[in-house]
T-cell receptor, first 112, second 114 residues
């Protein structure tokens, strides 16, 4: 069961363009994490969002946690080829059998 | 500070064999989690170990098992390999266990089943 749905699944854009990727669920999260995975490597944590409505900026990346804590978005301004990778959102359940769930991922390609 | 180290990086096995993968966490990290990543299913949680005890387990058959040693190093074993076990197996460590703990991933072991 995919509890975290990401869109779009694939995205190919020109260098300098802006883009937004989304992470949606019907569940409420206490926190959400965003990771980027480059080819041949493991995912690397970008940010953790905790509070509904929270906005966090990491250079050209802006992360937003929905007010109801059911969704999140990642906006990249003036994309660069170095932004190419698989973007994953993830959360950890706090109930019995708590484990990390990762989203379906958005594969981003930035063309020079 | 050394990152998470996974060995081997690549492995080729045949159906019916078994395999053991190794993970050395970041020094001081006590939680180690294992994940399977495939193009069709994405990243799926296998299990988490903390202080040599399995804390959580994902929805995988009993052929998948693991253990953690007193130095926090972890191994994952898959028995009676099937073609569908071909995947990238990722290990992640964190200082503690908990919902806000960031996962520090290794670069994975690419397992191919012939």
């Amino acid at each position: 069961t995919q509890l975290l749905k990401q869109s779009p699944q694939f995205l190919s854009i020109q260098e300098g363009e802006n883009l937004t990727v989304y992470c949606n669920s019907s569940s409420v999260f206490s926190s959400l994490q965003w990771y980027r995975q480059e080819p041949g490597e493991g995912p690397v944590l970008l940010v953790t969002v905790v509070t509904g409505g929270e906005v966090k900026k990491l250079k050209r990346l802006t992360f937003q946690f929905g007010d109801a804590r059911k969704d999140s978005s990642l906006h990249i301004t003036a994309a660069q080829p170095g932004d190419t990778g698989l973007y994953l959102c993830a959360y950890r359940t706090s109930n019995t059998g708590n484990q990390f769930y990762f989203g379906t991922g958005t594969s981003l390609t930035v063309i020079p | 500070k050394a990152g998470v180290t996974q060995t081997p990086r690549y492995l080729i096995k045949t159906r019916g064999q078994q395999v053991t993968l190794s993970c050395s966490p970041i020094s001081g990290h006590r939680s180690v989690s294992w994940y399977q990543q495939t193009p069709g299913q994405g990243l799926q949680f296998l299990f988490e170990y903390f202080s040599e005890t399995q804390r959580n387990k994902g929805n995988f058959p009993g052929r998948f098992s693991g253990r953690q040693f007193s130095n926090s190093r972890s191994e994952m074993n898959v028995s009676t390999l099937e073609l569908g076990d071909s995947a990238l197996y990722l290990c992640a460590s964190s200082p503690w266990t908990g919902s806000n703990q960031p996962q520090h991933f290794g670069d994975g072991t690419r397992l191919s089943i012939l």
